[in-house]
């Protein structure tokens, strides 16, 4: 079965680091782009940025370029969303997602990882 | 860039046809033929439903198609089911290597 499955929701504090992980499975890792997607409490999905496992080649939002960071470790499976620092403002949900190889819609998602940043 | 606007809702009685526009620009759904559909039950992972504009994954019902004329998108569900409840959301390419999402749109039936 083709899978993509998130690690678990986590509670931080301001200013501390977080590195949430998206596993795939059932399929070849390394041909296929990751995306992912932040949905915060009451809006709509917005897109982060885009990993190519492969040759580790990514994309990022203008809007979100460098506060966060994206990377992949094909060896294991596995893309990366990272944060050095949060903020309150980072809390939502986060869904990573597969794009498919005929076209670029975001064909195998994740189950999503809730995000809590509180003091 | 923008989120891609959509209603926060739609609603049909069984049976009926209910259509969700997904209006963005020229930079994003005008600009590209690349549009795609997604079906969210919340807490459960989204579900590819529309991909390139109006074309259907294997699987996914011939009840639902998909439209584009201009900036807006469109997603048709015609012959109403009441496991169609729930939300419905757009994306498109929006150059660059970059993607738009729309902003989440509850089909309700009646």
């Known amino acids: 079965e083709v899978q993509l499955v998130q690690s678990g929701g986590e509670v931080k504090k301001p200013g501390e680091s977080l590195q949430i992980s998206c596993k795939g499975s059932?399929?070849?890792?390394?041909?296929?782009?990751i995306g992912w997607m932040r949905q915060m409490p009451g809006k709509g999905l917005e897109w982060m940025g885009i990993i190519y496992p492969g040759d580790y080649d990514t994309r990022y939002s203008p809007s979100l370029q460098g506060q966060v960071t994206i990377s992949a470790d094909k060896s294991i499976r596995t893309a990366y969303l990272q944060w050095s620092s949060l903020k309150a403002s980072d809390t939502g949900m986060y869904y990573c997602?597969?794009?498919?190889?005929?076209?670029?819609?975001?064909?195998?998602w994740g189950q999503g990882a809730v995000v809590t940043v509180s003091s | 860039q923008s989120a891609l606007t959509q209603p926060p809702s739609v609603s049909g009685s069984p049976g009926q046809s209910v259509t969700i526009p997904c209006t963005g620009t020229s930079s994003d759904i005008g600009g590209y033929k690349s549009v795609s559909w997604y079906q969210h039950h919340p807490g459960k992972a989204p579900k590819l439903m529309i991909y390139d504009v109006n074309k259907r994954p294997s699987g996914v019902p011939d009840r639902f198609s998909g439209s584009k004329s201009g900036n807006t998108a469109s997603l048709t569900i015609s012959g109403l089911q009441a496991e169609d409840e729930t939300d419905y959301f757009c994306c498109s390419y929006a150059g660059n290597y970059t993607y738009v999402f729309g902003t989440t749109t509850k089909v309700t039936v009646l």
């Open positions: 059932g399929y070849s890792f390394n041909t296929y782009w």
């Open positions: 997602a597969r794009q498919g190889s005929s076209s670029d819609a975001f064909d195998i």
